[in-house]
């Protein structure tokens, strides 16, 4: 009786852990399948680390043949273990940070190793009874004044690791040193070992597809100019479509790029830190003007705050509570938007290629400009008279922020010209260009590298011009009010 | 003739070392006073700093006692080095890195010594040739694929560490297997001194003066609050000062205290990261709302940034170009500004006291809102009709800046109740606001709590009087548009 009863529960039993446990698998399937994807994801963004993670593993390998191979490891015996653990914690992404860290690991063991055998020597005339009173001494007071000094933020920035191996390399030799006596042989073996197993990681990291800490931070600054540069490209259009008209999702991606800016802060530090430590490679020298880029990279940022708050104007609904506001500003705000971003994505592309910003960008800059010193007109003329004030507040936001916008464009581009100058990146277009900084020509000239420029095709209609081009000295005092 | 030549010369050359040396003595004199300065000043800002270092330099002590002491000697052996080795890394400044490190390096350890004993075993099957190869195969796939799983984001903001040793862990364990067979006695003697060290670590960091992440976390995020507020408290008098007034240098510090702000993210990221590793301390609970924090830091953060572009309207002198105007809008500026640098000094207040924001910062948010509505009158009227447009583009820029600072003001508000509420803040003042979420009252009634609130002491004439209070249904929308 109790078998009958039992053999249908145990059936549904069966079945129930059948559906449990294929609910589970399916759930793994699904999970398994995303993991895969999001790992191809990564590996395609930047195939490089593929080959780091390829780089790492053959380094180990590379240093585990002191302890295969017989000869080598009756040299070097247990304490080739030190090449293996340097290898691990020295084999870094880029060149700049491998070289950092390996030098600072290098020197902190030199110096944390004859220190400590001093201390040794220090505290063996106190006696046994002394010995290890001393020693705890000296180790507590190198580790208190080592770890005090890690706070300083110069020195956090850039010997921070060499620091902590400092304390590492003192507290060891000074604690064997208190069981064995050949405290120098123990001192010799650990930094020959971090020499090799250093010299392995500097080794593979350049000789093997190196990733150069400074050629990403030279990309870095570029594309971060490109993508404000798309942005304000996009600006004009985005801000005076019909609220009607479809958006497709890629476009609005595309404006989207510039948010990566906002942050890019500690990545481009970082980066220039790490470049500092590499040597020459490519196009770059060893002492490559790297703080320029900070320079830059720090303009570029100052103006993507403001991007980012045009940005919010672009998902409101005000700009279409008067339309016949909006046709008449909307040339003038086109056209800023327009060359500053063109003049921006000139600066990216002479940064990119190392070549000096072409004519073109000077001109697209001082369209800008002129543009700007419209808008003033305009905000002059009588055209304001019957609109209600409430729609203009918005208005004349945007029009505060492009102002700010072109100031930031002719910013960035004056410290791109400083970059040229001090790495001496080549020049393409001297004939139409004589004199360096191109970018403080007067005010109220045509360039003449404008009519052979294929970029200013776009000619604005402006809205007033019986005004325009003409150099009243009170409405360019205002202007440099405006300028703000 | 020669001794009579020379002796001049030398005197000469003995004159100029002279004061070359004291020359450089001087220099350095400066050199080592400016030092101590800094060192000085380090330790006043955060004596906490002096405190972690001696921390380090007793923690180095206590697992020293391990080699000086016979007992423990004879049962650790040289590889009581591992006990030095894991405090020097892991013993961090606050509790929470350090409990993260720790728990880190010691599930990384337990799982890359199990492992690699695996491998050693299977390497072992395949003979003497074969096993240098075997071996080498597996380091290599461990290391590539380790290396590869620390690209992912989420890996690497928590468990980089974690890898970086599993690794060492398999490698170091792996290749002495080699040569030493008595691989799992090697691999417990590693496991079980990492225990020691990192149980003296955390022992020192909890018990001694312990810092807090999570601490740490909550007063930044009040104090930046409490910054941002401090700005909009003197807004109103930067903004309308005349320019013969007079600043002291205190004042405009003051003044720049929100820049800090603005650059406080990877700070409270790094600082949540580490809390979340913490247990429950103080007025803390294990599961406390972390990332609710980093909500509010950003909001703060956004509001950050429209408060430097309203700082760039302070250093023009464009808001004098027409006085008239000027105290048309004078009074409503100020009492934004102010009401919302008020409620968010009492936000601040409430998340520093952990107790639920008083109902007068209610009271502020309401104020400020009333007058961001009478600017929206003031706009629509008719004062503006033979005003200069251009001298209206920065004022009204600034207008814009202080209606999206009400916003975020309020939106802060928002989430600082959120969290209150998450980590059940206590309350204070219960009998003046019955309802919880205070925030959410109907726009045009005078909360009660007004009348007994001493912070609203600061009553502003209204420009339009006979406008304000009212609910027009229009205006309310229009209003609603201005909210950018």
């Known amino acids: 009786m109790e078998l009958e009863s039992t053999s249908p529960e145990k059936a549904g039993y069966f079945a129930r852990v059948w559906k449990l446990s294929k ?39 590379l240093v585990s043949l002191l302890y295969y191979l017989r000869p080598l490891y009756d040299n070097f015996g247990v304490s080739a273990m030190g090449a293996v653990m340097t290898v691990v914690v020295v084999l870094e992404y880029s060149v700049g940070a491998t070289l950092g860290k390996g030098l600072n690991r290098g020197f902190a063991t030199l110096l944390g190793g004859a220190l400590s055998v001093g201390a040794h020597h220090l505290a063996c005339l106190s006696g046994e009874r002394g010995e290890p009173i001393m020693l705890g001494f000296f180790i507590f007071l190198q580790a208190a004044a080592s770890t005090f000094i890690r ?17 590492l390399t003192f507290s060891l030799i000074s604690v064997s040193g208190f069981r064995d006596d050949e405290i120098i042989e123990l001192a010799r073996k650990r930094l020959s070992t971090i020499l090799i197993g250093g010299s392995v990681c500097v080794i593979v990291s350049i000789l093997i597809c190196p990733v150069w800490a400074g050629q990403d931070l030279h990309n870095l600054i570029a594309s971060n100019m490109a993508k404000l540069g798309n942005f304000l490209e996009g600006f004009g259009n985005e801000y005076f479509k019909t609220s009607k008209e479809g958006e497709s999702e890629a476009e609005k991606s595309f404006l989207q790029q510039y948010t990566s800016v906002l942050a890019s802060k500690s990545n481009e530090e970082s980066l220039a830190n790490f470049a500092k ?52 500003i909307e040339e003038v705000y086109r056209e800023m938007s327009l060359e ?51 729609a203009v507040v918005p208005v004349a936001a945007v029009a505060s922020l492009l102002i700010d916008v072109v100031d930031f464009t002719e910013n960035i581009a004056d410290s791109v010209y ?22 403080r020509q007067p005010d109220n000239t045509k360039s003449p590298a404008m009519v052979d420029c294929p970029h200013v095709c776009i000619t604005v209609n402006e809205p007033t011009p019986a005004l325009s081009g003409n150099g009243n000295p009170s409405v360019t005092k205002a202007m440099g009010d405006l300028e703000l």
Chains 1, 2 share one sequence.
């Open 151 to 167: 706070f300083f933020p110069k020195i956090k920035a850039r010997y921070d690791y060499a620091l902590l191996i400092f304390i």
């Open 340 to 390: 500053c971003g063109k003049a921006l994505k000139e600066l990216a592309l002479a940064v990119k290629t190392m070549s000096q910003p072409s004519s073109a960008t000077n001109t697209h800059i001082e369209n800008a400009k002129s543009a700007a010193k419209n808008l003033n007109y305009l905000l002059k003329s009588s055209v304001w008279e019957d609109t209600d004030f409430l």
């Open 277 to 328: 430590w590499e040597p020459g490679h490519g196009r770059f020298q060893f002492r490559h003007p790297w703080n320029q880029y900070l320079k830059i990279g720090t303009l570029t940022r100052q103006c993507a705050y403001r991007i980012d708050a045009l940005n919010g104007y672009l998902n409101t609904e005000i700009q279409h509570t008067s339309s016949e506001l909006s046709c008449k």
């Open 23 to 61: 609910g589970l698998l399916e759930k793994l399937k699904a999970k398994v399948v995303e993991l895969t994807l999001k790992t191809i994801k990564l590996a395609k963004d930047d195939p490089r680390r593929v080959v780091h993670s390829l780089k790492v593993g053959l380094a180990l390998n």
């Open 418 to 439: 400083e970059l040229t100058s001090k790495a001496n990146f080549k020049r393409i277009d001297v004939a139409h260009s004589p004199e360096k900084p191109q970018i």
